[in-house]
């Protein structure tokens, strides 16, 4: 068994954030603000560093030497997030805070924590404190404790090293978090993520949202809202500030109880910006897409983001992922007659998936006229029913540390995809890969249909 960790108390916390971000990207992201503003709200000394991984400029010794200026002692606690975009970088840092003697404390969240079902320490071996879950109640009760006698609270989704791991959630109830937007911990830029809720009702073998999967022995639900108050103050606030570019992480947005009543919101306070959603064909209600037609009438631009995958029934059935294919036609004449704007996604590199079903997938959406078809090369993220031994010899899933084309819009670098299976070979998977490439490149303009003998190896 790795040391245990010695017993100390924290007066001040660092948090270190390695994202992936776009240029138009705010300088902190949501969820580490979202830690801060809690933090600060209960009169912690919290402080944050915030790095874009994917920038040429970005490199380790600079997070290091940041650090170190921050001036930690013994009582510091250095939080920072593993996502599958930072692992190496991640690792690189770890091992060079421990080789240069970092004073204080090093604890471990985000869904690379929060996901892993096995040892974590075999993971992150220098790693002090593992966080699995929503982070903001537990990392403050983590730092409040630390003033009593009690050696190692329990608390939940919080992992000692050296010590068992209860492979608990931590949550928070969302009506006590402050607003990071409200409080100046986000500052007001044209383009901004935001949410309304927190879950999400599915459970896609491919996917880390799968919340009602998670051991938690609080009583607050897997799947939150945000209060409705907080909800329109925010929506007050932007569009007040004149953020002009609204990206909506809820993964499911018309899954919740609230988000006509934000629609509603957005309508009344005449937003007339962009205003990005992501939805299940299957839950799309009429009275949705009257009020995005609404909006949309006052000036703004609303996208509709629809996940569909495949349509590919024994696909579908791999990735627990099944589709209404009736409910989405119907959701898609819906949508043309409105002229609402939308698009769908598909996944390449499916277990079950060939060459030639991929193909069908994607004329599915182009001979009903989907605006933009997006397609995205399948990662077996930790954590999920597809990222395990029986899974992967089950369909043969074979990964690569490969990039499938600069020209599709998603993070890539230093992170496996799928790349073969017992349905289809590397050379298949690049020519999936070269038509997701063309179907980026015509967005808005796709052609009626595609035939894969286009796409030669």
């Known amino acids: 068994m790795l040391p245990m960790l010695n017993r100390v108390q924290f007066k001040k916390v660092i948090q270190a954030s390695l994202d992936w971000c776009r240029p138009k990207d705010p300088p902190i992201s949501l969820g580490a603000a979202c830690i801060l503003s809690h933090l600060r709200k209960h009169g ?220 509603k919101h957005f309508i009344s306070n005449n937003f007339q910006g962009k205003l990005s959603l992501q939805c299940r064909f299957e839950m799309t209600k009429d009275t949705f897409l009257e009020e995005v037609a609404q909006l949309s009438s006052l000036g703004a631009q609303v996208v509709l983001e629809f996940g569909l995958q495949t349509i590919i029934k024994n696909e579908a059935r791999a990735i627990q992922r099944p589709n209404q294919l009736k409910k989405v036609k119907d959701t898609m004449e819906k949508l043309k007659a409105m002229e609402i704007e939308y698009e769908v996604s598909l996944i390449f590199g499916l277990p079950l998936q060939t060459l030639d079903s991929f193909a069908e997938s994607v004329n599915f959406c182009l001979s009903h006229g989907v605006p933009v078809v997006k397609a995205w090369p399948l990662m077996l993220l930790r954590g999920t029913p597809l990222d395990t031994k029986t899974m992967r010899e089950a369909y043969n899933l074979k990964e690569m540390s490969i990039c499938a084309s600069d020209e599709i819009d998603r993070v890539q670098i230093n992170i496996p995809h799928v790349v073969s299976s017992s349905t289809f070979s590397f050379q298949d998977w690049v020519r999936m890969a070269k038509i997701a490439a063309a179907l980026a490149r015509t967005e808005g303009q796709h052609p009626d249909s595609i035939s894969v003998n286009d796409f030669p190896i």
Not at 200 to 217: A, G, I
């Open 44 to 263: 912690i000394d919290a402080s944050a560093l915030n790095y874009n991984v994917n920038s040429p400029q970005f490199n380790t010794d600079a997070v290091i030497q940041d650090i170190f200026t921050s001036n930690p002692n013994e009582h510091t606690l250095l939080g920072i997030g593993a996502f599958v975009w930072n692992e190496t970088s991640l690792q690189e840092i770890l091992l060079k805070l421990r080789n240069y003697k970092f004073p204080g404390k090093i604890l471990l969240g985000g869904p690379q924590v929060s996901y892993t079902t096995g040892n974590l320490e075999e993971y992150y071996p220098l790693v002090d404190i593992f966080c699995r879950g929503y982070a903001e109640e537990a990392i403050l009760k983590l730092v409040t404790s630390s003033t009593t006698n009690e050696p190692f609270p329990l608390i939940g989704g919080i992992v000692y090293k050296g010590l068992p791991d209860l492979k608990q959630q931590a949550m928070c109830n969302l009506d006590t978090l402050n607003s990071p937007f409200l409080d100046g911990t986000v500052p007001p830029q044209k383009f901004l993520r935001w949410e309304t809720q927190r879950g999400c009702p599915f459970r896609c073998s491919f996917c880390q949202h799968r919340e009602s999967d998670l051991p938690t022995t609080s009583s607050l639900r897997t799947r939150q809202p945000l209060k409705s108050s907080r909800i329109l103050e925010e929506v007050e606030w932007l569009v007040g500030k004149q953020v002009k570019d609204i990206a909506v992480i809820d993964p499911t947005f018309n899954s919740g109880p609230n988000y006509l009543e934000v629609m």
